[in-house]
């Protein structure tokens, strides 16, 4: 094989894997929000069973002290799963972006319509809510939205029980024991997909090639300029 058959050989194997990353990218959102829609119609049907439950205290204690704890841990995994799919799709973004480096050496007029400006993250940069700060590219994510519906249940849960346990006198003491709680499992939700979107950037490489060179066996040699 020679080095023109080599190279054509290799664009093809290089689309290939291009349309494998993008189908992939699209796997992980449509599983995310396959995964929200299941816990948010799990947690409706829950309130509105919840509200049946209410008329009677020997039907409501047990159902809340049942029902919500299975809710909160669907939630639970729910978030794991959705950080999960984030991080995934990221790494197939980030395989999309070396293959668009590469694309850009090929000649001049692919380096101005593959240009680094116009690419998705992680090479541009048009995600309305990276302008915003990493902080708040977090928050907008669906995980933290899963988890801060899950930390408000949590809460709910919290008060319910205490405001039983506590009597009807208590109210207000339930009330900040269920914000306490809920709280305390958004500040442990952040902490959490910080974590984990660090060793995300730590395992990736912290420099990519911006050109690469064919060398003689017909497959891509980075340079780095």
């Known amino acids: 094989m020679d080095q023109q058959q080599s190279h054509a050989a290799f664009m093809s194997a290089l689309t290939t894997e291009h349309f494998v990353l993008q189908t992939a990218?699209?796997?992980?959102?449509?599983?995310?929000?396959?995964?929200?829609?299941l816990y948010v119609f799990s947690l409706s049907s829950s309130l509105v069973a919840l509200g049946f439950a209410s008329r009677s205290r020997e039907v409501f204690v047990p159902f809340i002290t049942?029902?919500?704890?299975?809710?909160?841990?669907?939630?639970?995994?729910?978030?794991?799963?959705?950080?999960?799919?984030?991080?995934?799709?990221?790494?197939y973004l980030a395989g999309i972006a070396r293959i668009?480096?590469?694309?850009?050496?090929?000649?001049?007029?692919?380096?101005?319509y593959f240009a680094a400006c116009h690419g998705r993250w992680p090479e541009g940069h048009s995600d309305p809510s990276l302008h915003l700060g990493s902080f708040m590219a977090f928050l907008s994510t669906s995980a933290s939205i899963i988890a801060f519906i899950n930390s408000v249940v949590a809460g709910v849960g919290v008060a319910l029980l205490a405001g039983d346990r506590l009597g009807a006198d208590q109210t207000a003491w339930a009330m900040s024991l269920g914000v306490a709680a809920?709280?305390?499992?958004?500040?442990?939700?952040v902490v959490y997909e910080r974590w984990r979107f660090g060793i995300f950037d730590r395992a990736e490489p912290s420099e990519e090639p911006?050109?690469?060179e064919?060398?003689?066996?017909?497959?891509?040699?980075p340079t780095v300029t």
């Not at 668009?100 to 101005?112: C, D, E, F, G, I």
């Open 25 to 37: 990218a699209n796997a992980t959102v449509s599983e995310a929000a396959a995964r929200s829609s």
């Open 66 to 91: 049942i029902v919500l704890p299975a809710i909160f841990a669907l939630g639970v995994f729910t978030v794991i799963r959705l950080v999960d799919t984030a991080l995934e799709n990221m790494r």
């Open 100 to 112: 668009r480096r590469y694309y850009r050496t090929l000649s001049p007029q692919a380096a101005v």
């Open 182 to 189: 809920a709280a305390a499992l958004i500040a442990a939700f």
């Open 210 to 212: 911006e050109s690469t």
């Open 214 to 221: 064919m060398n003689n066996s017909g497959g891509p040699s």
